[in-house]
């Protein structure tokens, strides 16, 4: 069992940090495998109302999935029993679903560190006392258990959990999201990593020459920004990258250097993040990923926490980019990234821009 010790007080930016640069490396894991995991390349996570911390943890969960390259579709359902049946229709191999439980421990210990006060005794005479002030500590620990079924047979294929404890009070929400992804480490990357959504019917609206969805979103500075607020203006580069996505962290300072040739020329790049986390946890992550430095980017960061927007663009793996022209038209679309992929990018936004 993993265990982090601070000082108990808000969750400051600065907590959130020494929460994910000293725990992360102290979740304890157990985790059980069967050979047929590995054939499984989507899944369908439900959130099953009747078990606890379900909702965060499918959010976590499909994050962390298509981050390794599976198709992650969501579904819900209110019991345990009915998993199977809330993935039908939603065409997966497998079914994952998980669950917290959560307990805590109350104790009072003292600083080791001494302060001096003045008391009145009986006969009226003053006195001056050393004391040790006690602090109240609260040892939290939350466990995460996670299940995957085969979609058809209902076997059992993984069973897997993790726990940690704190004591700074840490965010239940942000916890759950470390221990999901220490859990999904085991889980190798889907050999589906760089392949396009398949072209159903159902993802007519995200292809190269079809209007892009519209979306509201909120930047981690709490602005307020649609994609319609560009259309008829700009060329947009939508850009979907997540904070453990390595290809992706590598690719922003490229489309930083082109947001800086140009912008001046009618450009405008829109990065939506697709880790389902709110602006301090995805800015602290970010500093975790980078070693200490933060990302030095200007164009707007978006948030997605309700994976709203990567639903709309069917994202099956980041980073996924896509080139929109000032009429709302899909013009490019590209999955993944390896270095020399932002020239290609370049240079259609040259053409994109040069035919207004």
Same mark, same amino acid.
């Given at each position: 069992m993993g265990k982090c010790v601070g000082s108990r007080r808000l969750l400051s930016f600065?907590?959130?940090?020494?929460?994910?640069?000293?725990?992360?490396?102290?979740i304890s894991t157990t985790v059980k495998k069967d050979p047929e995991? &590995?054939?499984?390349?989507?899944?369908?996570?439900?959130?099953? &109302?009747?078990?606890?911390?379900?909702d965060i943890v499918s959010k976590a969960l499909v994050s962390g999935l298509r981050q390794k390259g599976f198709v992650a579709e969501k579904a819900q359902t209110a019991e345990e029993d009915s998993i199977r049946n809330a993935a039908r229709g939603l065409n997966v191999d497998g079914v994952i679903y998980g669950y917290i439980s959560r307990t805590e421990q109350h104790?009072?210990?003292?600083?080791?560190?001494?302060?001096?006060?003045?008391?009145?005794? &009986?006969?009226?005479?003053?006195?001056?006392?050393?004391?040790?002030?006690?602090?109240?500590?609260?040892?939290?620990?939350i466990n995460v258990r996670i299940r995957a079924l085969d979609s058809v047979t209902g076997d059992l294929l993984w069973d897997a959990e993790a726990e940690i404890t704190d004591d700074i009070g840490a965010d239940d929400a942000y916890m759950v999201e470390k221990l999901v992804g220490k859990i999904l480490e085991e889980l190798p990357h889907s050999s589906t990593k760089g392949a396009l959504v398949p072209q159903t019917q159902e993802n007519q609206s995200v292809l190269v020459g079809q209007h892009a969805p519209d979306f509201v979103a909120n930047t981690i500075?709490?602005?307020?920004? &649609?994609?319609a607020d560009f259309v008829g203006k700009k060329t947009i580069v939508l850009n979907f990258w997540g904070i453990r996505c390595l290809p992706c962290i590598q690719e922003m300072p490229k489309l930083e250097s082109i947001y800086g040739r140009y912008k001046d020329k009618g450009l405008e790049i829109l990065a939506v993040n697709v880790d389902g986390v709110d602006s301090e946890v995805m800015q602290a992550n970010l500093v975790k990923q980078l070693g200490g430095t933060s990302l030095s980017v200007t164009y707007p960061l978006l948030l997605d926490e309700e994976f709203k927007i990567i639903d709309l663009y069917h994202l099956t793996v980041a980073p996924l980019t896509v080139l929109i022209d000032r009429g709302g038209v899909i013009r490019y679309r590209h999955t993944d990234y390896q270095p020399g992929d932002e020239v290609d990018l370049e240079n259609a936004i040259k053409q994109v821009l040069q035919s207004g």
């Open positions: 600065v907590t959130m940090l020494w929460l994910a640069t000293s725990c992360a490396t102290n995991l &590995a054939r499984i390349k989507s899944f369908g996570v439900i959130d099953v &109302a009747e078990l606890r911390g379900g104790s009072w210990v003292t600083q080791g560190e001494e302060r001096v006060r003045t008391r009145e005794t &009986a006969t009226g005479t003053k006195e001056t006392v050393t004391y040790e002030p006690p602090r109240l500590i609260i040892n939290k620990t500075k709490g602005e307020k920004i &649609a994609l």
